[in-house]
């Protein structure tokens, strides 16, 4: 339970310093596009907008941080963030729709906080803000200020680079956050969906969401529990029952091993039976031992297996490996 709490813990403390992170940004941006607004584009209302915008970001943000869940905070931003919103994408109409890519985070915030449906119903949101916008705009007439292309183009280029900013600590975070998400369920705090259900959304993990790290995470449990147990004697231990043993689902150790260069789990586990046989030929009195007792010993069940394995490993023939030992003895 303490392995839970403590991946659920790391889980909550990448949300907050993702929405610490993402507000400080905002507020940075904001303050950007109103000393842009005052020195070079002066427009007084844009000013109090973008101002009144950077108060009530942080001010609103320092007071709710402590006081409501994550998911609320969340919640409330991606309701009135669109909305605020609204004001400089209608000012810039005429000019350029480009303002319309501060609402292209909002999915993406969406899907790293909440599940899919909730996703589905921002983009909804956004979407039918958008065919407002474009009423309104074709519909009303405003009389804001015009502003030369070269302007635009600064504002434009301000923009994008905002939106990439944006984009990237939320994808940097998602996969931070993914990650501690994956190992919760190898804990076996799975979530309570039908199985199948539970296997798609488990393929899926396997084939989008491990990285180099975990499988190497992985692999070092399995590699330690293949050492301290000797599984490898036993000649009917598998895939299957390495599984079993570690309590990790078989999927991710096949895609552990395949990462550290072995072709199956057979491969990976015939090495550590050729390197134990090796070995064994170390230490027992090569006169006196039958070569049944060392490929049974290692884990082999047969010895067309044990001569295959063993020369496809090491180029070289069980016996002449074993005659060569007993020349260099002999010298």
């Not at 919640?75 to 994408?89: E, G, K, R």
């Not at 209608?90 to 790293?112: Q, R, T």
């Not at 635009?152 to 600590?169: A, K, P, W």
């Amino acid at each position: 339970m303490t392995a839970k709490k403590n991946i659920i813990d790391n889980i909550d403390r990448l949300k907050r310093e993702l929405l610490d992170k993402y507000v400080l940004l905002m507020i940075t941006l904001l303050i950007i596009y109103a000393s842009i607004f005052y020195l070079y584009l002066y427009n007084k209302t844009v000013i109090i907008y973008l101002v009144s915008g950077i108060c009530f970001l942080s001010y609103g943000y320092i007071i709710v941080r402590k006081r409501y869940s994550i998911k609320s905070i969340v919640h409330t931003y991606l309701i009135t963030a669109p909305l605020y919103n609204l004001y400089i994408i209608l000012f810039f109409w005429k000019s350029s729709v480009a303002s319309l890519c501060w609402l292209i985070p909002i999915p993406l915030g969406s899907h790293i906080f909440f599940q899919k449906k909730q996703t589905i119903i921002y983009t909804g949101y956004l979407i039918f803000l958008v065919i407002i916008i474009y009423l309104i705009a074709e519909n009303f007439s405003f009389n804001f200020q015009q502003y030369s292309q070269s302007q635009i183009l600064i504002t434009d280029i301000l923009l994008f680079v905002s939106n990439i900013l944006i984009v990237c600590l939320l994808v940097y975070y998602k996969d931070l956050i993914r990650k501690q998400e994956i190992k919760l369920e190898l804990e076996g705090n799975k979530i309570n969906i039908s199985p199948y259900k539970a296997k798609k959304r488990e393929k899926h993990l396997i084939n989008n969401d491990i990285d180099s790290d975990f499988l190497e995470n992985i692999f070092n449990k399995i590699d330690e529990s293949m050492e301290k147990n000797s599984f490898f004697k036993d000649s009917k231990f598998n895939l299957s029952s390495l599984s079993a043993a570690l309590h990790i689902n078989h999927h991710y150790i096949s895609k552990a091993i395949h990462n550290k260069g072995y072709s199956n789990f057979n491969s990976y586990i015939n090495n550590y039976r050729v390197n134990h046989i090796k070995k064994l030929l170390d230490e027992v009195d090569l006169q006196k031992t039958t070569l049944m007792y060392i490929y049974t010993e290692a884990g082999f069940s047969n010895q067309p297996t044990f001569n295959r394995v063993f020369k496809q490993i090491e180029g070289i023939t069980p016996s002449d490996y074993i005659q060569k030992k007993i020349n260099e003895i002999g010298k």
